[in-house]
Nanobody, 118 residues
Framework: QVQLVESGGGLVQAGGSLRLSCAAS????????MGWFRQAPGKEREFVAG????????YYGDSVKGRFAISRDNAKNTVYLQMISLKPEDTAVYYC???????????WGQGTQVTVSS
């Protein structure tokens, strides 16, 4: 089992920045890929960013490319999402997720709210 705890959400003005953190426990952190997803009210969950186990490969959803950056610190069992140039449409609950060995996202955190005001 993997336990994931997100932090760092909050209220920010459009154009501002936030950094989300996700602390993982329960399994060797460096063995699996991680990702961030988000879900806005009335919308489906959306892939935001992903990172490989080693951190050498990163992936982004089209709506956040160039503005968000995912990173990880395997020594601290933590994955980060740096968000800049935030827009009101980035408002959502952001979830951290961990992959299984089959590279499916099977473990989820409780989410952290990000609200961007215009």
């Amino acid at each position: 089992q993997v336990q994931l705890v997100e932090s760092g959400g909050g209220l920010v003005q459009a154009g501002g920045s936030l950094r989300l953190s996700c602390a993982a426990s329960g399994r060797t952190f460096s063995s699996y890929g991680m990702g961030w997803f988000r879900q806005a009210p009335g919308k489906e969950r959306e892939f935001v960013a992903g990172i490989s186990a080693s951190g050498g490969n990163t992936y982004y959803g089209d709506s956040v490319k160039g503005r968000f950056a995912i990173s990880r610190d395997n020594a601290k069992n933590t994955v980060y999402l740096q968000m800049i140039s935030l827009k009101p449409e980035d408002t959502a609950v952001y979830y951290c997720a961990a992959q299984t060995v089959h590279r499916t996202y099977a473990y989820w955190g409780q989410g952290t709210q990000v609200t961007v005001s215009s």
